[in-house]
Structures are given as structure tokens and as C-alpha cells.
């Protein structure tokens, strides 16, 4: 959807799926939400199957991937719902194991190809933030607490959870807060359309927008361009 309603919506029951066992090997399948090529950011679905392992690697871009639902264990750390792995450009992280499968959203700045860089670098940025470890803070919008999980490392990306409490809204007539959005949780309605979890805003163009509501609460994963 876009429009009078300022926003592009892509539900996650219509997304492109790739195999990537039958392109790279890996046990696992992608479906794209967005592709900003002018921005470098590439916005996706991951579903890891039961029992898996994305194996030790790198890459030309960096990455803050989010788990959704399921466990990641890397590093001897168990990761759940909201926490991030951060993995820089040209250094190695993983393996991860996702012993009951496990489904993320990875924001990608750069290339998103792996084990494809000659030269590591000497810089040490790799990161796991477990998200139950920071406080839930007031944020600029009323009804509305967040939580910054990744604010360096992957480009210009700043990554948010933004938890809205049952009636809260985000008025149209306001700079939005994120510049795109994934439905962790809750339901959102913009005009007629109602969003579920998993489903995917971005906010299009600068004019005018319809604001979101949160008729029941949600949680969002938000990126902004910083």
C-alpha cells in the first residue's frame, strides 16, 4: 500500500522466497521485504529448519540480525526473542546452531554474500546484545517505550524495539518515527488495512501519511537512517 497513506506494506505471508540450499549451500531459505539498493540495505526474512547450523563465515556487508522466534546458540550464549547478532564487514562470526529451527530479521548494509572477502579486517566490531538486558525507556511518542539495540556498526542503521501500549497512535501529521518497521508482535491498523506479526511497513515519499494505530498494543523492530 501506498499513496495517500504514506507507507508501503508487505505482508510476510506474500514475500519471495530463495532457497538457499539450492543457491549457496546452506540449510536455510530467504524471503525478501525490501531491497534499497540507493541505501544499501537489504531488509529479510530467515527461516532456519529444526536441528541446523549456519556455519562459521563472513562477508563484504554488515548485518544486525534479529531473532523473531527460536533459539540461536553462538558463543555459548542462547539467544531468544529480540536479541541481535551484529556481524561486522570482513570479520568472522558463527557458527550458529538453531537446535529447534529459528526464524530472524536481518537488516543488511552492504553485500549480504558470505565468505567471499580476501582480507579480514583488523578491526573487532562482532556483537551478541541479548535485549533482555536493557531497560525499557520513554520514547518521543506517547503511549510508546523503546529500546536501542544496535546504534554502530552496520552503516547508517539505528535498530529499535518500540513496545505501544493498547490504544496508542502515531499521529500523520508527525515525523515518523522509523524509516521501515517489522510487526514483532500485536496488531497495527493504517486506515483499512490491519498488520499482523511479521508483517513490514516502510514509510514512502515525504508528503502526507495516514497515522498507525495500535487498537491492541504491538511491538515493533524499527531501522532508521541515521
Not at 16 to 45: F, I, T
Not at 138 to 151: I, N, P, Y
Amino acid at each position: 500500500m501506498s499513496g495517500e497513506a504514506g507507507f508501503e506494506i508487505v505482508r510476510h505471508t506474500e514475500i519471495p522466497w530463495q532457497d538457499r540450499k539450492n543457491v549457496d549451500g546452506w540449510p536455510s531459505r530467504a524471503g525478501m521485504y525490501y531491497d534499497d539498493r540507493a541505501n544499501e540495505l537489504c531488509m529479510r526474512l530467515i527461516d532456519y529448519p529444526v536441528g541446523s547450523t549456519e556455519p562459521r563465515h563472513v562477508h563484504g556487508g554488515s548485518h544486525a540480525t534479529t531473532v523473531l522466534k527460536g533459539r540461536a546458540i553462538v558463543d555459548g550464549l542462547t539467544l531468544g526473542a529480540l536479541d541481535v547478532v551484529l556481524g561486522p564487514s570482513n570479520e568472522p562470526h558463527g557458527p550458529l546452531h538453531y537446535p529447534e529451527g529459528c526464524q530472524l530479521f536481518s537488516v543488511f548494509h552492504g553485500s549480504y554474500y558470505h565468505s567471499e572477502i580476501e582480507k579480514l579486517s583488523a578491526e573487532k566490531h562482532y556483537r551478541l546484545i541479548q535485549s533482555a538486558q536493557m531497560p525499557w525507556e520513554r520514547a518521543d511518542a506517547a503511549g510508546c517505550e523503546a529500546k536501542t539495540l544496535v546504534d554502530r556498526g552496520v552503516g547508517p542503521l539505528l535498530l529499535r524495539a518500540l513496545r505501544f501500549a493498547p490504544g496508542a497512535q502515531i499521529g500523520g501529521n508527525v515525523e515518523p518515527l522509523f524509516y521501515a518497521a517489522l510487526v514483532v508482535e500485536g496488531d497495527v491498523a493504517i486506515d483499512d488495512e490491519a498488520l499482523g506479526a511479521w508483517d513490514f511497513i516502510r514509510v514512502a515519499g515525504s508528503g502526507a501519511r495516514a497515522a498507525i494505530a495500535f487498537p491492541r498494543g504491538a511491538t515493533l523492530l524499527t531501522v532508521t537512517l541515521q
